[in-house]
């Protein structure tokens, strides 16, 4: 490769662009909007939990209670 190609293909480190740069910092609007939002999901969630719990309790037991007895016979 000659010299020429190699400078041709090199991306330009910055290019033109209509919008003023923006350097990134703390967002302080929606790191509250986020902490809502996780609040909002844990007023549901928790009070589920209970139900959620009690689901997976009588389906252990029904699996149980099945391994003990058998297949039934048709």
């Known amino acids: 490769m000659s010299e020429s190609e190699t400078e041709e293909a090199t991306v330009p480190t910055q290019g033109r662009t209509v919008t003023a740069p923006y350097g990134s910092g703390p967002n302080a609007e929606m790191d509250v909007i986020g902490w809502m ?38």
């Open 37 to 74: 939002i996780m609040l909002g999901m844990l007023v549901v969630v928790v009070p589920l939990l209970p139900l959620v719990l009690l689901y997976w309790l009588v389906t252990r037991a029904v699996d149980f209670v099945t391994e003990q007895t058998g297949p039934e016979s048709p």
